[in-house]
């Protein structure tokens, strides 16, 4: 509850810590200005919300800086494992650097998929996939306590846009509470896309309240 000393200050709820999880091919920061428009269009100013943006460990096979979380073009993808785990170790640091600080994971693309697998295990306040899918073999045992949101692009040409429903289906099977959204467009982050990111962390309570001078 936020308390008023008669002044027109307010006391702020915990910050928003959000991780961004980038997709295949790209680099670290690719998801910056995403993290950067969802924080206004929570109604708050830049560094309002701390932004955490996780590289993969792996170089891409195009070079040039784009990184990849396990190797697509292997048959199979044999890396997923690894990457999982290596992922989780990382989540782990950032949760406990967070400490009672909500902490929300966004993934895009294979970021996406990496964000089901390692983050809903794990005690973050939401999870946001976007044009993911869900790894092969992919399962939520036990009790699903992480609410999650996945969007996609209907002309998604990339990942088809039958991953966001079944990766619904799953979470819905494992009785968690999942939000799914079909959006016009094809394999990218809209505008649509962020508005309704905004909506779903307000929904959540999950909207930092900035103090009024």
Not at 110 to 136: F, K, N, T
Request: hydrophobic content about 45%; aromatic content about 4%.
């Amino acid at each position: 509850m936020a308390d008023s000393d008669g002044m027109g200050l307010t006391s702020l709820p915990l910050p928003l810590h959000l991780i961004l999880l980038h997709g295949w091919g790209a680099s670290g920061d690719d998801l910056l200005p995403v993290g950067q428009e969802l924080t206004r269009a929570l109604g708050l100013s830049d560094g309002a919300v701390t932004l955490r943006a996780l590289e993969a460990p792996d170089v891409h096979p195009a070079g040039g800086g784009a990184r990849q979380w396990y190797d697509l073009n292997t048959p199979g993808w044999p890396g997923i494992p690894e990457a999982v785990a290596d992922l989780g170790l990382r989540l782990d640091q950032e949760l406990a650097a967070a400490g009672d600080e909500p902490v929300v994971v966004l993934g895009f693309s294979q970021g996406a998929a990496m964000a089901l697998e390692a983050a809903m295990p794990r005690p973050c306040a939401a999870v946001i996939a976007c044009s993911g899918y869900p790894h092969p073999g992919w399962s939520l045992d036990g009790s699903v306590a992480v609410p999650l949101l996945v969007l996609h692009g209907q002309d998604d040409q990339v990942v088809p846009v039958a991953a966001a429903e079944a990766i619904a289906t799953m979470v819905r099977s494992a009785g968690g509470r999942v939000d799914c959204q079909v959006l016009s467009g094809g394999h990218t982050i809209s505008q649509e896309a962020l508005q309704h990111m905004a909506r779903f962390l307000k929904d959540l309570g999950l909207q930092p309240v900035q103090a009024n001078a």
